[in-house]
């Protein structure tokens, strides 16, 4: 089994700042890449940042620019920076891991989300 914790969540003014960060524990033999994703109620899940074992990074058109994702490989950590903050980054976000477990088979998990809002 494996868990993800998050962490970093919060209200925030426009223009604002606020760090996510995922710790990932359990059953894993080797991490392939983790990342955030957010969701808005009624909207699908929709990629915001992710970076791999090598530190390949990704991010959504959105974000580019204002979001930097990075990762501590020791500590199975992701971390989610998020400056410039816009009215429209309000939603909850996921911690994503994608691994392999000890027969070394693909697996995803997901944390439970932490509520970003940002007042405009």
């Known amino acids: 089994q494996v868990q993800l914790v998050e962490s970093g969540g919060g209200l925030v003014q426009a223009g604002g700042s606020l760090r996510l960060s995922c710790a990932a524990s359990?059953?894993?033999?080797?991490?392939?890449?983790m990342g955030w994703y957010r969701q808005v109620l009624g909207k699908q899940r929709e990629l915001v940042a992710i970076?791999?074992?090598?530190?390949?990074?990704d991010y959504a058109d959105s974000v580019k620019g204002r979001f930097t994702i990075s990762r501590d490989n020791a500590e199975n950590t992701v971390l989610l920076q998020m400056n410039s903050l816009r009215f429209e980054d309000t939603a909850v976000y996921y911690c994503h891991l994608d691994y392999d477990d000890y027969r070394l088979t693909g697996r995803w998990a997901w944390g439970r989300g932490t509520q970003v809002t940002v007042s405009s």
């Open positions: 359990g059953r894993i033999a080797r991490i392939n890449r």
């Open positions: 970076i791999s074992s090598v530190g390949t990074t």
